[in-house]
């Protein structure tokens, strides 16, 4: 709004699921389920999005301290004193070990190498200590990639290389989440509840994000109005398969998952995004169809979270 957005309706707007009521986000009831207790959230800047949403929902009781072990903006650390609750933010847009072999590329935005059977450390090696751990990602796999196994280059997904194979983003996807679920699994002293948040919807049209797609409407889609796009439809597929067996293996050695799963809902927001307004107009940037307004749509995760942490409590207090 400070940049010019003329509309405020995408901020009242909230998710009634068939058949129950989802309350409003009480940041105390939050606060008191995690007294004592740590959470991290793994992935790419949609990641930091709903960090940035849960900080400012609870804002209405406490403000965090910062207790980053770094300054790499990257991976973050907030206490809240009051009720010793540690949220931790931990970026890595691949999930896996990456890195990027060229700023640019045939796309304009970067080739990155991604090592398909190697976690990535700087997130994995922090996860033991942690009770919930929210991770999430997709985005990125729409990018140039070429991939590795075995320290060895199996393929690449637009890298336009000689002599390279083509493998799908799909195929990256998916490995890179079998690896995934893999290492936590295989964390002898991780004890905590895992959830998968389902892949986060874009609404670009008009074109691509890079050339002059935009999101321009003011209110929400009808459910019989639009769909998941072919793309984003398969690695939201292929999240659902890998958490399944990701669920399966872990339960062997009593580990719970959860399916945190937001993509329908958010499907029907295109008017949550920034568009042309998250950054000031003399500055040249795409239109951001990707990232929410806060506040708006993305609010509804931290309250989907929440209603699955209660369920949780219940379930572990009866098991009692």
Request: proline share 5%; with cysteine.
């Amino acid at each position: 709004m400070k940049y010019g957005r003329p509309d405020s309706g995408f901020m009242k707007w909230r998710w009634k699921p068939f058949g129950c009521e989802l309350l409003l986000f009480k940041p105390t009831q939050f606060l008191k389920i995690v007294r004592g207790k740590s959470m991290a959230f793994v992935g790419d800047s949609l990641a930091r999005n709903h960090v940035q949403s849960l900080i400012c929902l609870l804002s209405r009781v406490e403000y965090p301290k910062d207790i980053s072990y770094t300054s790499d903006e990257r991976f973050k650390r907030w206490n809240y004193v009051t009720h010793n609750f540690t949220l931790a933010m931990f970026t890595s847009p691949h999930l896996v070990k990456a890195n990027q072999s060229d700023p640019d590329g045939p796309a304009h935005s970067g080739i990155f190498n991604l090592y398909l059977d190697e976690a990535d450390e700087q997130w994995i090696t922090q996860v033991d200590e942690l009770d919930y751990l929210i991770i999430s990602g997709g985005h990125w796999f729409f990018r140039s990639l070429i991939f590795y196994e075995k320290q060895r280059r199996v393929g690449c997904h637009l890298c336009q290389l000689k002599n390279v194979p083509y493998l799908s983003n799909f195929h990256g996807f998916r490995k890179a989440l079998g690896t995934v679920f893999g290492a936590i699994n295989s964390r002898k002293n991780y004890k905590g509840i895992t959830y998968l948040r389902t892949l986060s919807p874009s609404h670009f049209e008009g074109g691509l994000w890079n050339a002059g797609g935009d999101c321009v409407r003011t209110k929400p889609s009808s459910r019989n109005e639009t769909t998941l796009g072919g793309e984003e439809t398969e690695l939201y597929a292929i999240q659902k398969e890998e958490f399944r067996k990701a669920k399966a293996e872990g339960r062997k050695r009593g580990l719970k998952y959860r399916l945190l799963d937001t993509t329908q809902a958010l499907l029907l927001r295109p008017d949550g995004h920034p568009s042309k307004y998250g950054h000031p107009p003399n500055e040249k940037w795409y239109n951001d169809c990707v990232h929410w307004c806060l506040p708006g749509p993305v609010d509804a995760w931290s309250n989907f979270l929440l209603e699955m942490m209660k369920i949780e409590g219940r379930i572990s207090r009866e098991e009692k």
